[in-house]
């Protein structure tokens, strides 16, 4: 059974940056696609990033030009660079990777941007 990981949250200040990982149990080509969302209080859980088997990737529009999503195969293992927070960035981040219409999911972790 596939297993990820998450794990890089915690504070940081708005402006500030922090980087999310995300470490699966198998190589990560074997997804469709993997990615980010996030559960704010009180708030429907959205879609942060994506990346797919070939590389392209896709944001929400809350976090375009502030977030990246990259990845590195030989660690099994996706990012999210984000940048220039703000407190309504504050959630829990989710990890999640998909197989045709199987979804994994990670436990989540939280993220709080605060001064």
């Known amino acids: 059974q596939v297993q990820l990981v998450e794990s890089g949250g915690g504070l940081a200040q708005p402006g500030g940056s922090l980087r999310l990982s995300c470490s699966a149990s198998e190589n990560i080509f074997f997804f469709n696609d993997m990615g980010w969302y996030r559960r704010a209080p009180g708030k429907e859980r959205e879609l942060v990033a994506l990346i797919n088997v070939g590389g392209v990737t896709n944001y929400g529009d809350s976090v375009k030009g502030r977030f990246t999503i990259s990845r590195d195969g030989a660690k099994k293992t996706i990012y999210l660079q984000m940048n220039y927070l703000k407190s309504e960035d504050t959630a829990v981040y989710y990890c999640?990777?998909?197989?045709?219409?199987?979804?994994?999911w990670g436990q989540g972790i939280l993220v709080t941007i605060s001064s």
């Open positions: 999640r990777a998909r197989v045709l219409s199987r979804e994994t």
